[in-house]
DNA sequence: CGTTCCTCTCTTTTT
DNA sequence: GAGAGGAACG
């Protein structure tokens, strides 16, 4: 993506530390380099912290690419790289700055080699490494494998995916957290590793391999002179969000400070919310066992929110056990005590969020995009955006559907794909199933042949493929065997091809246009009523993409890119001031003047699936203290209470134990009332 | 073999 | 309210 800042030769860091900072903030910019793990409480000024700190390394004469600066979450990474740069007015796009898996994979892409990656290699994302898993299993035809029991293939990879996170065997990861698949161990081994091998057949990685990879460069004795080019291209490294970091990525933080021991690492054990995806919120413990010299500096001085809101959190947070017992301290004047709006139904919760949105908007001059609406998971908002949309509020969805997980976004993407890396059999097979004629059979042949996993024999060809075969040459010899529609079909895909292998189909906005125009207009006019709508979502592809000269590049970014909602890029020209609807997860790190948070119902909110373990109920305590520490001045806390059944009764609900363990005095949160006005009183 | 239409299942959270 | 998988038809 083009990026562009000022850069000077001799940058001028417009940086005040006696001004800028707080005594705790200082102490851990002005800490010699080295060890040290901050623990920052919500609100503290954590990124500001960090960023000083580059600032200060930057100033000190480190250059910006000796820096490593990873984070868990894109918006973290976004948000760090955006302040380091506005700070310093240098260019951090040569640092390595951004996630793991980005930094992961620029270090595959030159590196890869060593570990057996071509240069072009293709990132599966959650979907397709599901796919990928299914047709291992049905592949094997083993007996076991087609029984009720088996896992299917999303739970083999989540297998898969712990494993790989917590350092673990596959056995071992089954003992902790899937006892139910205990007797079946062997034949589950058995499929991860075909998976695992089907993997690099394909030339491919999943996201866990982006990190496992660069760990095997990292430690493989074989690898040790990468391992040696890697360490001596940093300086220093700073983490953030390491409260979420897992096994896997704990050891690539070490190891890649290594020899030069320069590590600022900066969570808090509070927000620790990514358990489910392996983070281990232990490591943030370990660190000091780990390392003996480290220094931990704390910043507890809240920033963000009012006193009452505060002791509304501090108070929530207390009751975890597992914790580092801390309390914020605020600085800000107190303001108004939150609001828990107890509501007759769902219905009833999205038309009052709607109502008290445009007071606040119309009433206070609020900007919408100064608030907003957090919810558990993205189900919880559907019955608001009803609302929103009935009462013409502009709103921007934060989570739900991701624009590059629509189907459409995913075929047009195949095709670029299957151009980059050929032995992308899983493009292959999306794409050619779009063609009248070309079903389940046809495409699995053609997909193998075309990706080297076979001969046109169906003999098994043995890895690495050789070169590939020329696509249109496959393609038209593919051609001449089938008949009917479908060998009509191979001779347009491979005139296709031929256009998109020329020079000017290189780029990956063109090339886009050309596949749309070509065939996927066609297709989608069949097969989509809103075929409109999703030939403008490709127009918008199109643009995105030709903002990048490599398409190789170009795809691992928008694999890696968060969820960007359609609602967010779809829209042309619609407002900028948008009411913000988000999942908690999603909304960590930002903050807003008022937020909503809903469905604060026990079994919703904690999750159901959460009340059965303490360590999940406390995983859910700690997403509640997320949520409520996003609150500058007005936090507002609702939940229904009853639940009409869509077939079934009406059923009662209880209030979030969130809610109820903190009623005892004094009171941290005043209970609204609600009562309907009379239509003709409205207005 | 390919297509279409039906039912069933699911929905934590993200890279 | 979508996606996967199965059944039945062309």
New binding site residues.
């Given amino acids: 993506m083009a990026k562009y800042s000022l850069k000077t030769r001799s940058p001028k860091p417009a940086v005040d530390l006696q001004r800028d900072l707080n005594p705790q903030q200082r102490a851990v910019v002005e800490a010699p380099a080295g060890k040290i793990l901050v623990l920052a409480g919500a609100g503290t000024g954590k990124t500001r912290t960090l960023t000083y700190r580059v600032a200060k390394l930057v100033a000190g004469g480190c250059q910006p690419e000796r820096i490593m600066l990873v984070t ?4 973290a990474a976004r948000e760090m790289v955006h302040r380091v740069e506005s700070l310093l007015t240098i260019d951090m796009r040569r640092s390595a700055s951004g ?4 930094v992961g994979n620029r270090i595959l892409r030159r590196y890869g080699e060593a570990v057996g990656l071509g240069p072009d290699f293709g990132i599966l ?3 397709d490494a ?2 990928l898993m ?1 047709s291992v299993v049905s592949e094997l035809g083993m007996a076991v494998l087609t029984s009720k029991r088996f896992p ?3 739970v083999l990879t989540k297998i898969a ?1 712990q494993a790989a996170g917590m350092l673990g065997t596959i056995p071992a990861v089954i003992e902790r957290r899937f006892t139910r698949f205990l007797d079946l161990v062997a034949p589950i081994d058995k499929v991860l590793a075909d998976f695992k091998e089907r993997k690099r057949r394909l030339n491919m990685v999943d ?2 391999d982006l990190l496992s990879y660069w760990l095997e460069l990292l430690r493989d004795p074989k690898h040790a002179s990468v391992a040696e080019q890697l360490r001596g291209q940093w300086d220093h490294m700073l983490v953030d969000e390491y409260q979420d970091i897992n096994v896997l990525q704990g050891a690539i933080i070490d190891e890649m400070a290594r020899d030069h021991g320069s590590l600022t690492c900066v969570g808090d054990d509070a927000q620790s ?2 358990s ?2 392996g983070a281990d919120f232990s490591q943030i413990y370990d660190f000091r066992i780990r390392h003996k010299e480290a220094q931990v500096l704390p910043l507890t001085i809240n920033y963000r929110s009012t006193p009452q809101i505060l002791s509304l959190a501090n108070r929530s947070i207390a009751r975890n056990r597992e914790q580092h017992p801390k309390e914020l301290t605020a600085v800000r004047k107190p303001g108004a005590t939150p609001a828990l709006i107890p509501l007759r139904d769902v219905i009833q919760q999205g038309e009052l969020v709607a109502q008290r949105v445009l007071e606040l908007h119309h009433e206070q001059s609020l900007p919408l995009r100064k608030m907003a609406v957090l919810y ?4 919880h908002s ?1 019955e608001l955006q009803v609302e929103l949309t009935r009462r013409n509020i502009p709103f921007a969805v ?2 739900g ?2 624009f590059f ?3 459409h976004i995913k075929d047009v993407v195949a095709y670029l794909r299957a151009r980059e890396n050929p032995r992308d059999a899983l493009a292959w097979l999306r794409l050619l ?1 779009l ?9 699995e ?1 053609v997909a193998s042949v075309l990706a080297g996993e076979f001969d046109a024999f169906g003999r098994r060809l043995p890895v690495p493929a050789g070169p590939p075969a020329p696509v249109p040459e496959v393609l038209a010899a593919e051609s001449k065997q ?1 008949k009917g ?2 060998k009509d079909a191979l001779v347009t895909l491979a005139k296709l091809f031929d256009r998109l292998l020329e020079a000017g189909g290189r780029n990956p906005g063109r090339a886009i246009e050309i596949i749309v125009h070509e065939h996927y207009a066609d297709y989608a006019e069949r097969s989509f009523e809103n075929a409109d709508a999703r030939k403008e979502d490709l127009d918008n592809l199109a643009n995105y993409a030709g903002r990048w000269e490599d398409a190789t590049e170009f795809l691992s970014e928008l694999a ?4 960007i909602s359609a609602e967010n890029v779809v829209m042309g020209d619609e407002p900028d001031d948008k009411l913000v609807l ?5 909304a960590k790190g930002l903050e807003w003047p008022v937020v909503f948070v809903l469905w604060l119902v026990d079994g919703r909110f904690p ?1 159901s ?2 009340l059965r373990a303490n360590a ?1 109920l406390e ?2 305590r700690r ?1 509640f203290y997320v949520a409520t520490t996003r609150a500058e001045d007005d936090l507002y806390l609702l939940y229904p209470t009853i639940e009409e059944g869509r077939r079934g009764p009406t059923t009662v609900l209880r209030p979030s134990r969130f809610l109820t363990e903190l009623d005892h005095d004094p009171p941290v949160y005043e209970r609204w009332e609600i009562e309907e006005v009379p239509p003709e009183e409205e207005g």
């Avoid at 063609?435 to 495409?443: L, V």
């Fill in positions: 868990f979450t894109n918006r996630t793991f898996h980005h994302d959650p979907e599901r796919d299914g299917d293939a999303r995916s996201f866990d919310i990514y489910f995806r558990r998971n993205h189900a559907l934060r989570s559907v991701r997980e629509q189907r199933r063609w009248p004629g070309i079903g389940n059979r046809t495409a042949r089938a529609r479908a890696l890119i968060e969820g988000s999942t908690i997860h999603q999750s699936q959460a999940e995983e859910e997403l």
